[in-house]
């Protein structure tokens, strides 16, 4: 009876709560993804033939995630029609790895083999936006509860 009540009370407060925070803190969230993405960027890229400053490369994080963005939007309405939630979630790490190997290429100017540096900055700077979403979002979900 107890688990129930558990249970009950995180479906009707807890949930309701927590998206609507992460609606509200979603700008925070999407500027927090493009200066990861800028920092790995920085850190594997730079000093290299052309250094570029760090405005630059955030420039370039916030190309990324307004891709990102469009991108996994589309297929979120696509798979949520037609497959489960993970496809989805699967497939949006997929896209922000192919556009940061596609930047390390495209913008830095490099080849085949360091594009897989650039893989590496998408996926850290997911795994990172995932962790800054739970550090961020949940304090505040539990002082509003």
Same mark, same amino acid.
């Given at each position: 009876?107890?688990?129930?009540?558990?249970?009950?009370?995180y479906q009707?407060?807890? *949930?309701?709560?927590?998206?609507? #925070?992460?609606?509200?803190?979603?700008?925070? =969230?999407?500027?927090?993804?493009a200066?990861l993405?800028?920092?790995?960027?920085?850190?594997?890229f730079?000093?290299?033939?052309?250094?570029?400053? =760090?405005?630059e490369? /955030? *420039?370039?994080?916030?190309?990324?995630?307004?891709?990102?963005s $469009?991108v996994?939007? $589309? +297929? %979120?309405? $696509?798979v #949520?029609?037609?497959?489960p939630?993970? *496809?989805? +979630?699967a497939?949006?790490?997929v *896209?922000?790895?192919?556009?940061t #190997?596609? %930047?390390?290429?495209? =913008?830095y100017?490099?080849?085949?083999?360091?594009?897989?540096?650039? %893989? $590496?900055?998408?996926? /850290?700077?997911?795994v990172?936006?995932?962790?800054?979403?739970?550090? /961020?979002?949940?304090?505040v979900? /539990? =002082?509003?509860?």
């Amino acid at each position: 009876a107890a688990l129930q009540e558990v249970q009950a009370d995180y479906q009707e407060r807890f *949930v309701p709560t927590y998206l609507e #925070t992460i609606q509200q803190l979603n700008a925070l =969230f999407t500027l927090v993804l493009a200066a990861l993405i800028a920092a790995w960027y920085k850190l594997f890229f730079s000093g290299r033939d052309r250094t570029f400053t =760090f405005a630059e490369t /955030l *420039v370039l994080g916030c190309y990324i995630v307004g891709a990102y963005s $469009l991108v996994s939007s $589309l +297929s %979120a309405i $696509l798979v #949520t029609v037609a497959a489960p939630l993970w *496809v989805g +979630s699967a497939a949006a790490v997929v *896209v922000m790895v192919a556009l940061t #190997t596609q %930047a390390a290429r495209g =913008f830095y100017g490099r080849g085949a083999g360091n594009a897989a540096l650039g %893989a $590496l900055v998408g996926v /850290l700077s997911f795994v990172a936006y995932l962790v800054a979403i739970v550090v /961020l979002a949940l304090p505040v979900v /539990l =002082f509003r509860m």
